[in-house]
């Protein structure tokens, strides 16, 4: 069915399978104001069960939300780079208890010889940070990037705990399936994931599709949360930098970004950035088309079943959780398997079973192998704290399946 139903000023479009209304009610009330938009996907056995977008992509003009719409989905892109991981081990490529020498030989240096792919994958590998302050030149060359990383002595020892590489992560891992590829993340992804799906989703926007992501607005709230200290494990960390800094400069690279959005140092707004290969957080994508990409990994869906139920069950075990090595990392902590985020007090999933990824200002994509679902919830609304439109969404979602 259609839904015309109208909530808080907009109107949603799209498609509503029978016995999903309710989900789509919740999506209407996400809509908060007249300047933004979101959309949401979901597949079920392959099958969409809800294609719905709504509201305003560009407050600046006033250009509608439509069917097409993408928009960066920043960490979600970790999500797809470890989609791509979990499918080189399924071909035997890659090893995830391998040396990243193994791959990438020139890494082995510094201190982080006996890094492994797994470390890499589940934020251990010490590398959350460059040491030194980077340009948003160096940001958007592939190859400084590459050799920053694989020149930089490690932050904590790898392996030893677990800290978020924000940004770090996509360099890291796309640089070993760069090597076992032979070819960019970007365009690998485009070879094994978007183009078979005809998903309109990159990692690095063609020039092409220049003016056509949702413009991103950040909402800031009136009170920041105080921060709660955890315990500190798995260092020494280096006191080259406080706890917190450490933590910014995972965002900022060291002052070359703003961190999300902003108006005094190149963001995610800017095409530059966008059309960037930057796979720790640069992906651009339509919420339909990361449910469909979710969904391959549990069910075949438009003719293609990317992981098997081995590699799931190796990519989702367990790999880090509980307090991180930076006292400034607040609770409640998320959880890592290889590459994937699980369920986890912080981001609650359909189901235990479930894997996948979520992003800056309210994004998540994710694949559930139990009820066969895959997942896209995109907005350009970020809310920073307190957002709970996604977990309502989830939730709604559970309701009608569970």
């Known amino acids: 069915m259609n839904t015309t139903s109208s909530f808080a000023g907009h109107t949603p479009q799209g498609y509503v399978a029978p016995g999903f209304e309710r989900v789509a009610d ?68 890659l090893d995830y208890d391998a040396q990243v020498t193994t791959y990438w030989p020139e890494f082995g240096v510094a201190g982080k010889e006996h890094t492994l792919i797994r470390h890499l994958l589940s934020h251990r590998a010490g590398l959350s940070a460059p040491r030194r302050d980077l340009t948003f030149e160096d940001v958007i060359n592939w190859e400084t990037m590459v050799r920053v990383l694989q020149e930089q002595e490690p932050i904590w020892t790898p392996g030893a705990g677990w800290g978020y590489h924000a940004l770090t992560h996509g360099w890291l891992n796309g640089e070993v399936i760069r090597r076992i590829t032979g070819v960019n993340v970007g365009d690998y992804f485009q070879e094994v994931l978007a183009k078979p799906l005809g998903a309109e989703a990159w990692i690095g926007l063609p020039a092409d599709h220049i003016g056509t992501p949702a413009h991103l607005q950040v909402l800031i709230p009136e009170n920041e949360p105080t921060v709660v200290p955890s315990p500190t494990v798995g260092g020494p960390v280096s006191d080259q930098f406080t706890d917190q800094q450490w933590m910014d400069r995972a965002m900022t690279l060291g002052g070359a970004l703003s961190g999300l959005v902003s108006s005094d140092k190149p963001d995610f707004n800017d095409p530059r950035i966008q059309m960037a290969q930057i796979p720790g957080g640069g992906g651009i994508a339509t919420a339909r088309a990361l449910a469909s990409i979710w969904s391959s990994t549990v069910v075949e869906t438009d003719g293609l079943r990317l992981l098997n139920d081995d590699v799931i069950a190796a990519a989702t075990t367990v790999q880090s959780e509980g307090p991180a090595v930076f006292s400034s990392e607040i609770p409640p902590h998320p ?68």
């Open 335 to 402: 959880r890592w398997g290889v590459g994937f985020m699980l369920n986890s007090e912080r981001r609650t999933f359909l189901t235990p079973k479930s894997f996948g990824h979520d992003g800056a200002g309210g994004q998540v994509g994710f694949a559930d192998p139990i009820n066969r679902v895959g997942f896209g919830y995109i907005t350009n609304r970020m809310e920073l704290t307190d957002d709970h439109r996604a977990p309502k969404l989830i939730d709604a979602l559970k309701k009608v399946i569970g």
């Open 26 to 93: 919740v999506f209407g009330s996400t809509l908060h104001d007249q300047y933004s938009g979101a959309a949401l996907a979901v597949r079920v056995d392959g099958h969409i069960v809800i294609d719905l977008w709504g509201g305003v992509a560009d407050k600046r003009d006033g250009r509608v939300w439509e069917a097409s719409t993408p928009s960066t989905i920043f960490s979600c892109t970790k999500g797809l780079v470890s989609i791509l991981a979990a499918h080189l081990v399924s071909e035997g490529r």
